[in-house]
Nanobody
Framework: QVQLVESGGGLVQAGGSLRLSCAAS????????VGWFRQAPGKEREFVAA????????YYADSVKGRFTISRDNAKNTVYLQMNSLKPEDTAVYYC??????????????????WGQGTQVTVAS
């Protein structure tokens, strides 16, 4: 089992920045990658970014490219999501997720086995 705990959410003005953290514990050696997803009210959970553990390759949704950066701290088993130039449409609950498999696309939620509890991000216009 892998346990994931997100933190860092909050209220920010449009154009501002936030950094989310995802602390992993348990059988972290079994993770192939960690992803960030978000879910706005009334919408499906959508992929935001992913970090492949073995070689630090990153993947981003088109909607956040150039604004968000995913990174990790190996010593702390923590993955970060730096969010800059935030827009009101970025408002959502943000979740981190981990998956053991190296196969399959990064976008589908079904490809992730472990999920955190989520952290709210609200961007005011």
């Amino acid at each position: 089992q892998v346990q994931l705990v997100e933190s860092g959410g909050g209220l920010v003005q449009a154009g501002g920045s936030l950094r989310l953290s995802c602390a992993a514990s348990g059988r972290t050696f079994s993770m192939s990658s960690v992803g960030w997803f978000r879910q706005a009210p009334g919408k499906e959970r959508e992929f935001v970014a992913a970090f492949r553990w073995s070689d630090a390759i990153t993947y981003y949704a088109d909607s956040v490219k150039g604004r968000f950066t995913i990174s990790r701290d190996n010593a702390k088993n923590t993955v970060y999501l730096q969010m800059n130039s935030l827009k009101p449409e970025d408002t959502a609950v943000y979740y981190c997720a981990a998956r053991p498999s190296y196969s399959g696309r990064y976008e589908p939620t079904a490809n992730y086995a472990y999920w955190g509890q989520g952290t709210q991000v609200t961007v005011a216009s």
